[in-house]
T-cell receptor, first 110, second 116 residues
Framework: SQQGEEDPQALSIQEGENATMNCSYKTSINNLQWYRQNSGRGLVHLILIRSNEREKHSGRLRVTLDTSKKSSSLLITASRAADTASYFCATDAGYGKLTFGQGTILTVHP | DTGVSQNPRHKITKRGQNVTFRCDPISEHNRLYWYRQTLGQGPEFLTYFQNEAQLEKSRLLSDRFSAERPKGSFSTLEIQRTEQGDSAMYLC??????????????FGPGTRLLVL
């Protein structure tokens, strides 16, 4: 079963704008990870944030984690058409297996 | 430096037939995971191995499903007597597990199964 929900389910923006996606989960976690999936393809790992971290950056990506609210957000700054994809959050409760959300479909218009 | 590979990439079969998928993990990765993804959903965990030992199986994995990882290298996932509900993308991932909170899984391109 899915761990939680992602919000919004779909997001449509113009190139150069920022995109923010949110993820909520239900159980305690070891870490939370964000993945990108282009249509019909495998998942690409973007960033991992541990449960004792609150914010992490990687290039144009910024991830926050609030364990008290059991939520995370992914911010993509200065979006590009190539960022068009589905984005998934996944939680690791410490056993290795990942529990994914339902994903946010991001469309960036040139 | 090769990533995770999966074969075949696509499989069309008739209901009732058996199918087998193969996953080759990144060299020296000791953990290997199988997930299933249906259209519009996130991947769901099926099973995983640490070296050759199968450590956990999801309740999603009925008796018709079996997975192996002989010698702790490649893995196979077999579905017997396929049903239309088995149609999905089957994803494999591998990782280096040393304990601790920072295990990153690397995914293969997936095998898309269509059961007619």
């Amino acid at each position: 079963s899915q761990q939680g929900e992602e919000d919004p389910q779909a997001l449509s923006i113009q190139e150069g704008e920022n995109a923010t996606m949110n993820c909520s989960y239900k159980t305690s976690i070891n870490n939370l990870q964000w993945y990108r999936q282009n249509s019909g393809r495998g998942l690409v790992h973007l960033i991992l944030i541990r449960s004792n971290e609150r914010e992490k950056h990687s290039g144009r990506l910024r991830v926050t984690l609030d364990t008290s609210k059991k939520s995370s957000s992914l911010l993509i700054t200065a979006s590009r058409a190539a960022d068009t994809a589905s984005y998934f959050c996944a939680t690791d409760a410490g056993y290795g297996k990942l529990t994914f959300g339902q994903g946010t479909i991001l469309t960036v218009h040139p | 430096d090769t990533g995770v590979s999966q074969n075949p990439r696509h499989k069309i079969t008739k209901r009732g037939q058996n199918v087998t998928f193969r996953c080759d993990p990144i060299s020296e990765h000791n953990r290997l995971y199988w997930y299933r993804q249906t259209l519009g959903q996130g991947p769901e965990f099926l099973t995983y191995f640490q070296n050759e030992a199968q450590l956990e199986k999801s309740r999603l994995l009925s008796d018709r499903f079996s997975a192996e990882r002989p010698k702790g290298s490649f893995s196979t996932l077999e579905i017997q007597r396929t049903e239309q509900g088995d149609s999905a993308m089957y994803l494999c991932a591998s990782s280096v597990f040393r304990g601790g909170p920072k295990e990153t899984q690397y995914f293969g391109p997936g095998t898309r199964l269509l059961v007619l």
